[in-house]
């Protein structure tokens, strides 16, 4: 989950109990062009929702400011932490917020390649070095072990993949880079076109391990692209646990990045 869902999953899956395996992605979609809008103003939404250990839906959301720009013959894309949102306990949502504080109002730069296909941070290390600095100030501040013990996980990371962890939200903006979305239809995959949107569903279904239960787990995939841009304006994944001898599931989990209107001054 570290690389595929990026820090806000992260953080969650380590208060609450750890969501299903990831399932082997099949091939990238061909997006028909990558024209982002430049100079336009962008809100980016990142939600995701999972079962706590008392059986409810805790809620976790990072929501960004992007805008892009021309650089050279590629793109640049900035985007800012604007604000985290949770519901879940307060010392849930204290521990949540101390360490992803230090990236609200941080700049993010990354490179995109002309066609989309790939998406590179810029300065990672100095990035991550002045969070992960803020984040041990104000843990030994405040005296929240979590904040401190959270900021050593991240720092134990291998630098690829906290790359990876930092760059998912935006890897999964943008169709081409985008390695989760089906390239075509087939049992599984229904894709539709409405005039420059298309719809890519996927369904996958996973037998859990007997120490997760063991029932069988249905995944629920959709991608709506904006084939003009060439960016996934939504996308929504649900997993379900399938309760045997019936056709009642489970929501375990649900994912959800969304570009929103920018806020207004």
Do not use: C
């Amino acid at each position: 989950m570290i690389a595929a869902a990026g820090l806000g999953a992260l953080l969650l899956a380590a208060q609450i109990p750890a969501g299903p395996p990831p399932v082997s992605p099949p091939a990238r979609v061909a997006a028909s062009q990558f024209a982002p809008p430049l100079g336009q103003p962008m809100a980016y939404r990142v939600t995701t929702r999972r079962l706590g250990r008392d059986g409810s839906l805790i809620s976790f959301s990072l929501v960004y400011a992007l805008q892009w720009q021309r650089v050279g013959r590629g793109y640049q894309l900035v985007a800012t932490l604007q604000r985290i949102d949770s519901d879940a306990r307060p010392e849930v949502t204290r521990a949540l917020t101390a360490v992803l504080q230090p990236l609200v109002g941080e700049p993010m730069t990354y490179l995109v390649a002309p066609d989309g296909s790939r998406i590179d941070l810029v300065d990672a290390e100095a990035l991550w070095d002045r969070a992960m600095a803020r984040t041990e100030a104000l843990g030994a501040a405040a005296g929240q072990a979590e904040a401190k013990q959270m900021a050593a996980l991240i720092a134990a990371l291998p630098v690829g993949q906290r790359s990876e962890m930092a760059t998912a939200d935006i890897r999964a903006l943008v169709a081409p880079a985008n390695a989760a979305i089906p390239a075509s239809g087939g049992a599984s995959v229904s894709i539709r076109q409405d005039g420059a949107m298309q719809s890519v569903a996927l369904v996958e279904h996973v037998q859990l391990a007997a120490g997760q239960g063991g029932n069988p787990l249905e995944i629920d995939n959709l991608w709506t692209i904006d084939t003009a841009t060439g960016l996934v304006v939504r996308e929504q994944r649900q997993s379900w646990i399938i309760e045997p001898g019936s056709d009642a599931r489970t929501l375990v989990e649900e994912r959800v990045r969304a570009l929103e209107p920018a806020a207004k001054d």
